[in-house]
Nanobody, 122 residues
Framework: VQLQASGGGLVQAGGSLRLSCVAS????????MGWFRQAPGKEREFVAA????????AYADSVKGRFAISRVYAENTVYLQMNSLKLEDTASYYC????????????????WGQGTQVTVSS
């Protein structure tokens, strides 16, 4: 699976952004997808995941209630809607495809997209 992420930008605290990740390849519909992020000087961390059929989602505690992950099969796209953005959300965001239909973690990523930068200002 090849992944192309977009939608990052500069936003004020409290604002919203929607990230998109377009996938090409036959396995998009079969596997879980996820978003991860990496801030300068920090390790890459899990943000959100969605199962192969969209029936299950998971979020990092730091983004629960503010971020929402979704996928549209007709578009081969996974979205990350980010609301109520905080300064600490500033990072490069990466989409990823998993190796199984249900879960995804840093250890089980099969393919990475390129990062898209999100910068939250005060």
């Amino acid at each position: 699976v090849q992944l192309q992420a977009s939608g990052g930008g500069l936003v004020q605290a409290g604002g919203s952004l929607r990230l998109s990740c377009v996938a090409s390849g036959r396995t998009f519909s079969n596997n879980a997808m996820g978003w991860f992020r990496q801030a300068p000087g920090k390790e890459r961390e899990f943000v959100a995941a969605i199962s192969w059929n969209g029936g299950r989602t998971a979020y990092a505690d730091s983004v629960k209630g503010r971020f929402a992950i979704s996928r549209v099969y007709a578009e081969n796209t996974v979205y990350l809607q980010m609301n109520s953005l905080k300064l600490e959300d500033t990072a490069s965001y990466y989409c990823a495809s998993g190796r199984s239909p249900v879960g995804i973690s840093l250890e089980t990523v099969a393919s990475w997209g390129q990062g898209t930068q999100v910068t939250v200002s005060s």
